[in-house]
T-cell receptor, first 114, second 112 residues
């Protein structure tokens, strides 16, 4: 148990569907992150939230829409995805948004777009 | 642009056979280097943080070291349960941006 919980663990969706990924952290952290992990590629940072404010959008397509209602919860809303968006989506949190603190990851959501 | 390169991409060892994994990095001002372990289908598990050249940290059969250009993860007398992908990461250095830049990882297999 890492203290960062992601749901669902697996998701299959069609290209016209709308779905949401959820992340919750129980560590009292103030920064939360979304990463994408595709086969044979390093983890790619997507979004950063620090004290509920989005501080980084790493040129992510608009079909991915993040939401951070409070410091403990993070969502990733998905719509009209493409098959190449199939990947493991990982949520992480850290104590602060500065880089010198360790980030702890959830178990990920394995997304398949058909 | 920050870069992290890990080698080898894959490594197969016999149980008890010690070895080292390499992580070389290019950043404008290092603010820490992180090692993670990732098992198949799971999220990365934090192992170590190193902040300055010469620093070393140990955990069971693992020891991480840091120089000004690279970090090593030494595995001593590994066991099959040490099989995993080991990831190295550095904080992004682009104008206050947060988050980590990761290497592709080293896939380690320990055979009984």
């Amino acid at each position: 148990e890492t203290g960062v919980t992601q749901t669902p663990r697996h998701l299959v969706m069609g290209m016209t569907n709308k779905k949401s990924l959820k992340c919750e952290q129980h560590l009292g952290h103030n920064a939360m992150y979304w990463y994408k992990q595709s086969a044979k590629k390093p983890l790619e940072l997507m979004f950063v939230y620090n004290f509920k404010e989005q501080t980084e959008n790493n040129s992510v397509p608009s079909r991915f829409s993040p939401e951070c209602p409070n410091s403990s919860h993070l969502f990733l809303h998905l719509h009209t995805l493409q098959p190449e968006d199939s990947a493991l989506y990982l949520c992480a949190s850290s104590l602060t948004g500065t880089a010198n603190t360790e980030a702890f990851f959830g178990q990920g959501t394995r997304l398949t777009v058909v | 642009e920050d870069q992290v390169t890990q080698s080898p991409e894959a490594l197969r060892l016999q149980e008890g056979e010690s070895s080292s994994l390499n992580c070389s990095y290019t950043v404008s001002g290092l603010r820490g280097l992180f090692w993670y372990r990732q098992d198949p289908g799971k999220g990365p598990e934090f192992l170590f943080t190193l902040y300055s050249a010469g620093e070393e940290k140990e955990k069971e059969r693992l020891k991480a070291t840091l120089t000004k250009k690279e970090s090593f993860l030494h595995i001593t007398a590994p066991k099959p349960e040490d099989s995993a992908t080991y990831l190295c990461a550095v904080p992004n250095s682009g104008g206050g941006a947060d988050g980590l830049t990761f290497g592709k990882g080293t896939h380690l297999i320990i055979q009984p």
